[in-house]
């Protein structure tokens, strides 16, 4: 098929991909849906997909990729760059030249016999001046398929780049899916990714992590805005006013979950709704009136399928219903459906494993082998999301009344705090840290620093990102947003999860929108302002008393300390780049947490 831009920029670069990838035909996609459901008929031909139940779960289907690539690797995620400062703590680092000579070889010819697609895409709403367009060339319709829910794709995406060289240069083949030549690399200063020998979400739709996050903070870094790790939740009162609310939590510490919440009784009875913007990134600029804005940049969600069901994330489950991608989820051969642990409560009679190999329902044994792979996903179109935003699309964005940061921590962090500044916030995001998940290959449940969530997406020197949101602060002025932090997970002596989670956390939300309106006081402490307990409303919530949330809020001062001495050894390891004004907060707070 011959192009569909005239954009010589793109032509030429597409070119110099045939030249390198010798693809026997190339395939621009131009995002109908006839060509779309074109590539489905192939994929359920070679199996790539296998198409499910279409009454049950009509426009679904199901993949599975190889044993091997089932997560993030981010040992094989490399930022390459000129400036030899950007290699800190947290940044695989390697001098561009070399990785281009290293990495060359592994591409030329690796098409042969095969389709090159090639994918442009928009990254934010079409037609507002703070989205990005990116093109990408791939060997995989999976790729193809799951980049139409993730992003905009096809001519509205070339016709927002119009006749500019500003786009994002991804380069993915799926080769031979060989782990020991597998590489996701970011050249931020050329606008270009490198991906190969993955066939696994996180690593080859180029747009999500690789542009949006890696990409883009860069961008962000030279051009004033701000790409950051986190959902976009609007609360809205009984007035029908809408505040909003980010939130900055790790890989499988609850986004998804938090931005589709559904309020409980006592708050939806008044009248209280919660809508959602963004799952997983966020794009944020000032705006004419001096506030900050943020746009999602993804069009659809990618979302960790275990633990989804009825009761723990209604609008979730309800968003993977219709045009669905199931990526290393079990098959409901009963029915031709999907299932995955947490689902519900029993496994399939007749169910196949994620990965393919046949079990006998009955033979199951919870928590020994899973059906399910733990990070099994749903790549599903934001349009089937029962609470999405009505400003979703909206190119101006939704102005940001608190930034909340959070993780996994059995016991240090209270269910929520308040920083005392911008500079103490930005702090308190640096200092962040969370005990690991199955989002990425490696140990699972080591408490490792991530500051602001974003230590697998960094693209440049972590020092000057802190440096940046410092920046971002002084520009804001006191139209910045409040900064929290919340902690969903501590666990009691037996290890249980004290807080009950999910849509009771509309009961701290409601506390920090409080506090941003400054109707309700608070606790000043060594490590920020604390809720009084009295202040999270916990009526109709079982089995939590005051003594509970007492119990939460509590800050034992020895773990902050040795705490502490985690951040102290984190800015170390970062280097001279940190910030002194983050420095002299850690200080402040050992000064405060000894008296
Ligand atoms: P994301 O990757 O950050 O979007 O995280 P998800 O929202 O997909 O959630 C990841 C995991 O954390 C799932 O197993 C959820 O069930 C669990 N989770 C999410 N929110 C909560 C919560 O408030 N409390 C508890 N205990 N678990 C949660
Ligand atoms: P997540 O992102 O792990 O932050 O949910 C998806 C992925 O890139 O694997
Ligand atoms: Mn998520």
Same mark, same amino acid.
């Given at each position: 098929?011959?192009?569909?831009?005239?954009?010589?920029?793109?032509?030429?670069?597409?070119?110099?991909?045939? $030249?390198?990838?010798?693809?026997?035909?190339?395939?621009?996609?131009?995002?109908?849906?006839?060509?779309? %459901?074109?590539?489905?008929?192939?994929?359920?031909?070679?199996?790539?997909?296998?198409?499910?139940?279409?009454?049950?779960?009509?426009?679904?289907?199901?993949?599975?990729?190889?044993?091997?690539?089932?997560? %993030?690797?981010?040992?094989?995620?490399?930022?390459?760059?000129?400036?030899?400062?950007?290699?800190?703590?947290?940044?695989?680092?390697?001098?561009?030249?070399?990785?281009?000579?290293? =990495?060359?070889?592994?591409?030329?010819?690796?098409?042969?016999?095969?389709?090159?697609?090639?994918?442009?895409?928009?990254?934010?709403?079409?037609?507002?001046?703070?989205?990005?367009?990116?093109?990408?060339?791939?060997?995989?319709?999976?790729?193809?398929?799951?980049?139409?829910?993730?992003?905009?794709?096809?001519?509205?995406?070339?016709?927002?780049?119009?006749?500019?060289?500003?786009?994002?240069?991804?380069?993915?083949?799926?080769?031979?899916?060989?782990?020991?030549?597998?590489?996701?690399?970011?050249?931020?200063?050329?606008?270009?990714?490198?991906?190969?020998?993955?066939?696994?979400?996180?690593?080859?739709?180029?747009?999500?992590?690789?542009?949006?996050?890696?990409?883009?903070?860069?961008?962000?870094?030279?051009?004033?805005?701000?790409?950051?790790?986190?959902?976009?939740?609007?609360?809205?009162?009984?007035?029908?006013?809408?505040?909003?609310?980010?939130?900055?939590?790790?890989?499988?510490?609850?986004?998804?979950?938090?931005?589709?919440?559904?309020?409980?009784?006592?708050?939806?009875?008044?009248?209280?709704?919660?809508?959602?913007?963004?799952?997983?990134?966020?794009?944020?600029?000032?705006?004419?009136?001096?506030?900050?804005?943020?746009?999602?940049?993804?069009?659809?969600?990618?979302?960790?399928?275990?633990?989804?069901?009825?009761?723990?994330?209604?609008?979730?489950?309800?968003?993977?219903?219709?045009?669905?991608?199931?990526?290393?989820?079990?098959?409901?051969?009963?029915?031709?459906?999907?299932?995955?642990?947490?689902? $519900?409560?029993?496994?399939?009679?007749?169910?196949?494993?994620?990965?393919?190999?046949?079990?006998?329902?009955?033979?199951?044994?919870?928590?020994?082998?899973?059906?399910?792979?733990?990070?099994?996903?749903?790549?599903?179109?934001?349009?089937?999301?029962?609470?999405?935003?009505?400003?979703?699309?909206?190119?101006?964005?939704?102005?940001?009344?608190?930034?909340?940061?959070?993780?996994?921590?059995?016991?240090?962090?209270?269910?929520?705090?308040?920083?005392?500044?911008?500079?103490?916030?930005?702090?308190?995001?640096?200092?962040?840290?969370?005990?690991?998940?199955?989002?990425?290959?490696?140990?699972?449940?080591?408490?490792?620093?991530?500051?602001?969530?974003?230590?697998?997406?960094?693209?440049?020197?972590?020092? $000057?990102?802190?440096?940046?949101?410092?920046?971002?602060?002084?520009?804001?002025?006191?139209?910045?947003?409040?900064?929290?932090?919340?902690?969903?997970?501590?666990?009691? $002596?037996?290890?249980?999860?004290?807080?009950?989670?999910?849509?009771?956390?509309?009961?701290?939300?409601?506390?920090?929108?409080?506090?941003?309106?400054?109707?309700?006081?608070?606790?000043?402490?060594?490590?920020?302002?604390?809720?009084?307990?009295?202040?999270?409303?916990?009526?109709?919530?079982?089995?939590?008393?005051?003594?509970?949330?007492?119990?939460?809020?509590?800050?034992?001062?020895? =773990?902050?300390?040795?705490?502490?001495?985690?951040?102290?050894?984190?800015?170390?390891?970062?280097?001279?780049?940190?910030?002194?004004?983050?420095?002299?907060? =850690?200080?402040?707070?050992?000064?405060?947490?000894?008296?």
């Amino acid at each position: 098929m011959s192009s569909l831009t005239s954009n010589q920029h793109v032509l030429d670069w597409v070119k110099e991909m045939e $030249d390198l990838m010798t693809p026997d035909k190339t395939i621009w996609i131009d995002g109908s849906e006839g060509q779309l %459901r074109a590539l489905r008929e192939e994929a359920f031909k070679t199996g790539e997909l296998t198409e499910l139940n279409q009454e049950k779960l009509p426009g679904c289907v199901l993949h599975h990729t190889a044993k091997n690539d089932v997560a %993030r690797v981010e040992d094989r995620t490399f930022i390459c760059t000129s400036n030899k400062a950007d290699d800190c703590a947290m940044i695989n680092w390697m001098e561009p030249t070399a990785m281009k000579a290293k =990495l060359t070889p592994l591409y030329k010819g690796v098409m042969k016999g095969r389709t090159m697609y090639v994918i442009p895409y928009c990254m934010g709403p079409v037609g507002s001046p703070f989205s990005k367009v990116g093109i990408e060339v791939t060997d995989s319709i999976y790729v193809v398929l799951n980049m139409d829910i993730m992003t905009r794709i096809g001519i509205k995406a070339l016709r927002q780049l119009g006749d500019s060289n500003d786009f994002v240069r991804g380069q993915h083949a799926r080769a031979d899916i060989d782990a020991e030549n597998r590489y996701i690399v970011h050249f931020p200063e050329d606008n270009a990714i490198w991906s190969i020998n993955s066939g696994y979400g996180g690593n080859v739709l180029l747009g999500k992590k690789c542009f949006a996050l890696r990409i883009a903070c860069y961008q962000g870094y030279k051009e004033g805005w701000m790409a950051e790790h986190m959902l976009i939740l609007g609360v809205e009162d009984p007035s029908g006013h809408v505040d909003y609310v980010t939130a900055a939590f790790p890989s499988a510490c609850g986004k998804t979950n938090l931005a589709m919440l559904i309020p409980p009784e006592i708050y939806a009875k008044k009248g209280y709704k919660v809508w959602t913007v963004g799952d997983d990134i966020a794009w944020m600029h000032v705006g004419a009136d001096g506030r900050l804005y943020a746009i999602n940049p993804e069009n659809g969600f990618f979302g960790v399928a275990p633990g989804t069901n009825e009761k723990s994330n209604p609008n979730a489950l309800a968003t993977t219903r219709q045009g669905t991608i199931f990526t290393n989820v079990a098959h409901n051969l009963t029915d031709n459906t999907v299932w995955w642990e947490g689902l $519900d409560k029993n496994p399939p009679e007749d169910a196949q494993e994620w990965t393919g190999l046949a079990v006998d329902g009955k033979e199951y044994v919870a928590g020994g082998g899973k059906l399910a792979h733990p990070n099994s996903r749903f790549t599903a179109p934001a349009t089937g999301c029962p609470c999405l935003s009505k400003e979703f699309n909206n190119p101006d964005g939704v102005p940001v009344t608190a930034m909340v940061f959070g993780g996994r921590r059995a016991k240090t962090a209270p269910l929520v705090y308040q920083s005392f500044s911008w500079n103490h916030g930005v702090y308190v995001g640096s200092s962040m840290a969370s005990e690991t998940t199955a989002a990425a290959a490696g140990a699972v449940g080591v408490v490792r620093r991530d500051p602001m969530a974003m230590r697998p997406f960094f693209g440049y020197n972590v020092g $000057d990102y802190f440096a940046h949101w410092l920046d971002m602060g002084k520009k804001l002025g006191d139209k910045a947003p409040k900064i929290f932090h919340v902690n969903w997970f501590r666990t009691d $002596d037996e290890g249980h999860f004290i807080w009950p989670g999910f849509g009771d956390n509309m009961r701290v939300l409601m506390w920090i929108l409080n506090r941003c309106k400054g109707e309700v006081d608070a606790v000043e402490t060594a490590i920020g302002y604390l809720p009084h307990a009295e202040d999270i409303d916990i009526t109709d919530l079982n089995g939590v008393t005051l003594d509970t949330v007492k119990n939460l809020l509590n800050v034992d001062k020895d =773990l902050w300390l040795e705490d502490a001495k985690g951040v102290e050894e984190l800015y170390d390891q970062i280097g001279d780049h940190v910030p002194a004004e983050l420095r002299a907060e =850690l200080n402040a707070l050992k000064d405060r947490l000894s008296k």
